[in-house]
């Protein structure tokens, strides 16, 4: 794709430049200002989720309870799963889509840009009211981030949480909203569908995802909240309904939540992976239909999640199968990356080094999936640490990988500077060394029975747990390092051309480095 | 799916606002004093974060609609309201879906398995072996086991239509032709307002506006039946449990779209806005009105006759 920027010289062009101090960042409506508050706001939520997840792996660290009783443990764990997920890599992708998208499209900005720095501005909203929770009588949420029925609706201070999820919803929905509609209606001419960049494309689907689950997770906590305070009986089987209900209305957005946290994250390898290969990407338009499809999967195989629960079995034979076909378009996603790879003229930055992991980590992921989607196989994973093993090999090399390689990729763009492409190497050695040390035990430990959310566990399992803490430490740390590099990078470094890096393609290589404040007020033709 | 704009026609960025950052802490106000009120911790900041978020969307869409009579939107602009509206209205429909799901879950699963039908059904046996599947349960099966003890009540009566002789008395069947007939009205009103007549259109949203609201106060008279004659509550079991939940959220939202219709009438009436092409306003008020009714079929089909 090459494209031509036109230059109008409009004498009605009265710039608004950014506002001086904090109020630049608390009433912007240019989407870049938005998509650097979500990724410091992710970043922020990454390191007190890591926080959490250190406070964790210290307790499990030996066998006894050493540091907490078993109810700040079940807090932590709790917080540390909603942050990552709700203020972690959900706002991560959300800003990446920010930045992107209408420099991709070559848009002028997003389609609603004060309802986008609305979207923004309610997540502190709602993490302040998650988090007040932690100096109120009863504490923090302990009932996982799953929060089952029974345990969920007969817990102290759960009506912050319900509204604070309420919330992260409103402002769920309103970005993706803006996101479909920026992406439908504002593209420059000439850029068809199918030659739209596919960090794009997967943002598409997601928003799309997003928009079809979120009120669905609202409906859930609504149910709950009733039954906590209102008498209902929606999850009382005494009255008529069943627990069970729950899972079933929560999986429904769980599923797809999965997915909307791993598809901007096919969407980013792919661009790099061609760019550092120096060759197109294999299969475009194949990936589109991959994402499709897995999209379209997502929303009948929730009750993988419930194997256990004691279903008919038709439909534990349903969702067995269902599951196990999201392999096929996730493994033609596999399949051309590496062929685009193949033969290709490789050059290993920082970047491509988190890429490159991500496909190998996500794709041991994967497998732990299909074992998992097995169902007799999964009566005995079922919430063990295999489990816990399983979904980290998808989010932390998977989504958060990602975004580290995203981060790197673009950060010249936005900030005009190379980022030190030694620490960027040594960070990404570090992530991977402690991601697998961290990680990969729990793979062990779970086949060999381990259950999940417990403070304390028995013997046979020391070793392996105090591997993982050890790794989980690691890793923890070398995120300062991230953090340092990317403030540096903010700051001083070697000035970045437009171009970036020799291989890339796409519309937000033809602006200047940094981009201007304002990009595409006129949108160039695409051929 | 058209990108083609005309060109040097720029797509309007609004300069920075204030409006949303209000509005967010709005919301904290809204949802700190939603959880506090829950739990009884009292009242105050509920009333101050509703009054809030009120008063901050009525002034936003104040700005919206004076930007777009000061000329600032684009053909491409409106194009991204049509879009806008019509995602936003799917993601209601999927929020009801969850409610809909659920009810279909316990009249289909929950209620035979508590019944005793099936594999799954041994549980419901040993614990309220009493219990019969019916639908509406009218007798819990907490309330099968312990009598008159019980803790969860079932109603003395359904909302069902009981016999046919009752037709003329019976409250849902007015609440539907009301409804029905004002999807007919609004878009009476669409047609006129295209003809560019704006008396016959100030007629039939005027109309449409007034179904709206006897539809609401039908709707409370229903409840107050319910639970002043008919034991019908949210505490008794299931069947109330969702009968109010669905059409109570059902109510909520024809609050909302008729409070959405009479802002429209407003304007057109009293500030003579819209034109023949232009009238998002009033188009977008129209789907979710649409969207309010068709949700209300379902209602009528699942929840008061099937």
């Not at chain 2, 614990?127 to 309330?143: D, G, Q, R, Y």
Request: net charge negative; with cysteine.
């Amino acid at each position: 794709m090459s494209a031509v920027v036109e230059n109008h010289n409009h004498h009605d062009d009265h710039h608004h430049g950014p506002k001086k101090g904090i109020m630049r960042w608390l009433t912007t409506t240019n989407h870049k200002d938005i998509g650097t508050l979500y990724l410091w706001f992710s970043f922020a939520a990454f390191l007190l989720g890591g926080a959490f997840a250190m406070g964790i792996r210290a307790e499990l660290f030996e066998p006894g309870l050493q540091l907490m009783d078993p109810i700040r443990y079940n807090q932590l764990v709790t917080m540390h799963g909603l942050i990552m997920i709700f203020g972690g890599v959900m706002p991560a992708f959300v800003g990446l889509a920010n930045w992107l998208i209408p420099l991709q499209i070559g848009a002028p900005d997003m389609a609603m840009p004060r309802m986008n720095n609305l979207s923004f501005w309610l997540l502190p909203t709602a993490f302040a009211i998650l988090l007040s929770t932690a100096f109120m009588e009863g504490g923090m949420p302990g009932f996982g981030w799953t929060f089952y029925a029974p345990l969920s609706t007969n817990y102290p201070n759960v009506a912050y949480f319900v509204f604070a999820i309420h919330i992260m919803g409103a402002s769920s929905i309103m970005g993706s909203i803006n996101v479909i509609v920026t992406i439908m209606n504002m593209r420059a001419p000439g850029m068809t569908l199918m030659k739209m960049p596919l960090f794009v494309w997967s943002w598409l689907i997601t928003a799309y995802l997003l928009i079809a689950v979120m009120p669905v997770l609202a409906g859930a906590v609504t149910m709950l909240l009733m039954d906590a305070y209102f008498g209902t009986s929606f999850f009382d089987a005494a009255g008529g309904g069943d627990p069970v209900l729950f899972q079933h209305v929560f999986w429904f957005f769980g599923h797809p939540e999965v997915y909307i946290m791993i598809l901007p994250a096919f969407g980013i390898t792919s661009h790099i992976i061609s760019t550092f290969s120096r060759k197109p990407l294999f299969g475009h338009s194949s990936m589109v239909y991959a994402m499709v499809s897995i999209a379209v999967l997502s929303f009948v195989v929730w009750a993988h999640h419930m194997f256990t629960v004691g279903m008919p079995l038709v439909a534990e034979l349903f969702f067995m199968w269902a599951t196990m076909l999201i392999a096929i378009p996730t493994g033609v996603k596999v399949f051309n990356w590496c062929a685009t790879i193949f033969k290709g003229s490789i050059t290993y930055e920082t970047p491509m080094l988190f890429s490159i992991a991500f496909v190998v980590l996500f794709t041991i992921g994967g497998f732990s999936g299909l074992m998992l989607a097995i169902t007799p196989a999964d009566f005995q994973y079922h919430d063990t640490y295999f489990v816990v093993a399983h979904f980290h090999y998808v989010l932390v090399p998977g989504a958060v990988f990602s975004i580290m390689a995203a981060v790197y990729y673009w950060l010249p763009k936005w900030t005009g500077n190379m980022y030190d492409e030694k620490m960027g190497r040594l960070h990404f050695w570090l992530s991977f060394a402690g991601v697998n040390i961290t990680f990969f035990p729990q793979h062990f430990v779970g086949l060999a029975g381990m259950p999940r959310r417990y403070a304390d566990y028995a013997l046979q399992f020391a070793e392996w747990n105090a591997v993982s803490s050890v790794g989980a430490f690691l890793f923890g740390l070398s995120q300062l390092l991230f953090l340092y590099i990317v403030v540096k990078t903010v700051f001083a470094g070697k000035k970045a051309t437009p171009q970036v890096w020799d291989g890339a393609d796409g519309l937000e290589w033809t602006v200047d480095s940094p981009a201007p404040y304002h990009t595409f007020d006129v949108p160039p033709k695409v051929k | 799916m058209s990108t083609d704009t005309t060109s040097h026609q720029k797509y309007y960025v609004p300069e920075s606002s204030s409006i949303p950052i209000v509005f967010a802490i709005a919301m904290l106000f809204f949802g700190v004093g939603a959880a506090d009120a829950v739990m009884g911790k009292g009242t105050t900041l509920l009333f101050i974060g509703v009054a809030t978020v009120i008063g901050t969307l009525a002034y936003w869409w104040s700005v919206v609609i004076r930007e777009s009579h000061a000329g600032l939107d684009t053909p491409q602009l409106n194009t991204s309201y049509v879009y806008g509206m019509a995602w936003f209205i799917f993601s209601e429909v999927m929020f009801f879906a969850a409610f809909f799901g659920a009810l279909f879950y316990i009249r289909t699963f929950s209620i035979s398995w508590l019944g005793g039908e099936g594999d799954k059904g041994l549980a419901g046996e040993l614990l309220w072996p009493e219990f019969e599947a019916t639908w509406p349960p009218m007798i819990t099966p907490e309330e099968s086991l312990m009598g008159d003890q019980a803790v969860t009540k079932g109603p003395d009566e359904s909302m069902y239509l009981h016999s046919i002789g009752n037709l003329g008395t019976w409250l849902p069947l007015y609440n539907t032709i009301v409804l029905l007939t004002s999807s007919g009205t609004v878009h009476f009103a669409h047609m006129a307002l295209k003809e560019n007549n704006r008396k016959r259109f100030n007629f039939w949203l005027g109309i449409t506006v007034l179904l709206a609201f006897i539809f609401v106060i039908l709707q409370a008279l229903e409840y107050y039946e319910a639970y002043a004659h008919l034991g019908l509550t949210l505490n008794t079991g299931v069947y109330g449990t969702t009968f109010f939940m669905l059409t109570g959220f059902h109510g909520m939202h024809v609050l909302i779209g008729g409070i959405f219709l009479a802002t429209q009438l407003t304007r057109s009436a009293g500030y003579n806005h819209f034109t023949d092409k232009e009238h998002f306003g009033f188009e977008a008020a129209s789907w979710y009105w649409h969207f309010v009714d068709v949700v209300w079929v379902c209602l009528f089909l699942f929840v008061y006759i099937l």
